[in-house]
Each structure stands twice: as structure tokens, then as C-alpha cells.
């Protein structure tokens, strides 16, 4: 992810014709962009949004992502309606 970075970076200094001393934030801001970091996490929290909120829009295998705690377990817990990350399989993956 640190290459893509620095590639995007760079992009933008040439698109926008700065020196390599010209501070990326002020690189961002002139094309109001968000950096690759906080991209990542928009396109995570939207994923989790329309999990939560709009989930007849999202993909079936995306509604396998999630699961409460409940789901796991055949005992109480304080924590039964809790939401886990289950963990990517290559049967999930083919699957698909």
C-alpha cells in the first residue's frame, strides 16, 4: 500500500505542476481529494453502513462478513448482539 501512496503522490504533483518539497496535504486539498489511508477506511465504514442500515443493496456473500455473536455461540453472553468479523476463506472466495 506504501508504493500506491507514493505513486499517488507523485501523480498529483505532476498533474498539478508543485516541486517535490510542496507538502501533500496542500496536494490533496487543491483537487479535494482524500488521501489512499482515508479512502480505504470511507470505502470500509460505507461497507459497514450499508451493512447495517442497507443491507437488501449489498451482495448476498457480503452479508456473510458479519455475524453476532449469537451466532456463535450457544450460551448467553453480555455480548450476544455484538457484531464479528468473520475471517475471509478461499471457500468464500470461490464462491463467488
Do not use: D, W
Request: glycine content about 2%; aromatic content about 10%.
Amino acid at each position: 500500500m506504501n508504493r500506491l501512496i507514493v505513486l499517488n503522490n507523485k501523480i498529483l504533483r505532476i498533474l498539478q505542476n508543485q516541486s517535490i518539497h510542496t507538502h501533500v496535504c496542500e496536494l490533496y486539498v487543491n483537487y479535494n481529494a482524500l488521501t489512499i489511508p482515508a479512502l480505504h477506511k470511507l470505502k470500509i465504514l460505507t461497507l459497514v453502513h450499508n451493512f447495517f442500515h442497507h443491507r437488501q443493496k449489498l451482495p448476498t456473500i457480503v452479508t456473510s462478513y458479519f455475524n453476532t455473536n449469537q451466532t456463535l455461540y450457544n450460551y448467553n453472553t453480555r455480548g450476544k448482539t455484538t457484531y464479528m468479523l468473520t475471517a475471509a476463506t478461499p471457500q468464500l472466495a470461490k464462491s463467488l
